[in-house]
């Protein structure tokens, strides 16, 4: 359901404000979203005033430094630090996308971090997405062929491998499902972008046998067409891929088929 | 623990892209013109009831606030009718580059504007 308030305990609040303590003439605001699970206080906004003269280039490193230099309660995800493992998606200025990738200079003003929208808070920036793993599992993201040539490779042809391009990329951040208004609203029903485009990713796959299957599965007023191409999946994806096109295409093959 | 978490903000802090603004739009101008559908049958009903309820509304439509009325409704047909013509090449496959939906979207809402002035130069004002 549409609900455009944040619940009671969700209301954000102003929180700590951390001084410069380097005497640095190059300083800027970073304005980081805050909760602690220990106890029962509701989510803060603390803000920090970051040493640029001695920070590299993307917003993961302005995490680090703070968290290494100014504040180490901070929590967030983070891994691979070169946008391949998606773990330290957040929005970042209102929109989503991998810390490690995004430049704080493409940023005016004070940065603003808050976690991936419409997610229970684990803690600080951390979302909890074990409702997206969950559907990203019902869709079966495996190779369905009763074939048993285990001693030789399942050949494609360049045509047919040609069609994954743009779907294997996705490294399942979940940047373009948490951007989505319809998922927003109906997440727990919806598939939303990134599971479609995983969806989708095995329909076109020439080895797998199942394409009907598939198809007849994700076939439902809910799990697909709660998709309005409001297209803030492509406006989000940090690897530049197409969930809405991919959403197009499923829909264009039901209704072709 | 599920209560007890809260929900990280949304809305309130997404930007807004073109997309997502044309999208909008194009459900609030949709049930605004089921409103306006029914007022204008309510207007084609009003003519039964002969001349002089005829002259009120066309009355009222000289007020500005009449005025107002008819400019909202050319511009939300306007904006309802090119937003779906870019819902059909959507549903076709075509239009999902970021750019080309920036573009389509932009024309969207200035050509609604545009298609407002058009129409109502040729009947309000002359």
């Known amino acids: 359901m549409v609900q455009i308030n ?221 998709c309005h191409t409001i297209m803030n999946c492509t406006n989000a994806c940090p690897k530049g891929l197409n969930p809405a096109k991919a959403i197009a295409s499923i829909k264009k093959m039901l209704a072709t088929s | 623990m599920k209560d007890k978490n809260p929900l990280s903000p949304h809305i309130q802090i997404y930007s807004w892209h073109i997309s997502s603004l044309v999208s909008i739009s194009h459900r609030i101008t949709g049930i605004l013109n089921i409103i306006i559908v029914t007022l204008i049958c309510f207007w084609i009903a009003f003519l039964f009831f002969g001349n002089t309820s005829y002259e009120l509304l066309q009355k009222f439509f000289d007020t500005y606030f009449g005025k107002f009325l008819i400019t909202g409704t050319v511009w939300s047909f306007s904006f309802q009718i090119l937003s779906e013509v870019r819902h059909i090449f959507f549903d076709l496959g075509y239009g999902f580059e970021l750019k080309t939906s920036n573009i389509t979207g932009l024309l969207v809402i200035f050509g609604s504007f545009f298609l407002t002035i058009l129409i109502l130069m040729q009947n309000l004002f002359i």
């Open chain 1, 6 to 226: 944040l619940p009671q305990n969700s209301k954000v609040q102003k929180g700590k404000y951390y001084k410069d303590k380097t005497g640095s003439k190059n300083i800027r605001k970073v304005n980081i979203y805050r909760w602690d699970p220990s106890n029962d206080e509701n989510p803060r906004i603390d803000t920090y005033e970051v040493d640029m003269d001695n920070c590299p280039s993307k917003v993961l490193d302005l995490l680090n430094k703070i968290k290494n230099e100014i504040d180490s309660s901070i929590a967030y995800r983070r891994s691979c630090a070169h946008g391949v493992c998606g773990s330290c998606a957040m929005n970042m200025d209102g929109k989503n996308g991998l810390a490690c990738t995004k430049p704080h200079k493409e940023i005016k003003g004070d940065i603003n971090i808050y976690p991936l929208p419409h997610l229970k808070v684990q803690k600080d920036l951390i979302g909890d997405l074990s409702t997206l793993y969950r559907q990203y599992e019902s869709v079966e993201p495996w190779l369905k062929n009763s074939k048993k040539n285990d001693d030789k490779e399942n050949l494609q042809s360049i045509e047919d491998r040609s069609k994954l391009d743009g779907l294997y990329e996705c490294i399942m951040c979940a940047c373009c499902s948490t951007s989505c208004p319809s998922y927003w609203w109906n997440g727990d029903k919806y598939l939303g972008p990134a599971v479609l485009l995983q969806a989708y990713r095995w329909i076109i796959d020439s080895r797998d046998e199942e394409r009907k299957e598939r198809l007849k599965k994700v076939a439902d007023e809910l799990k697909l067409y709660r």
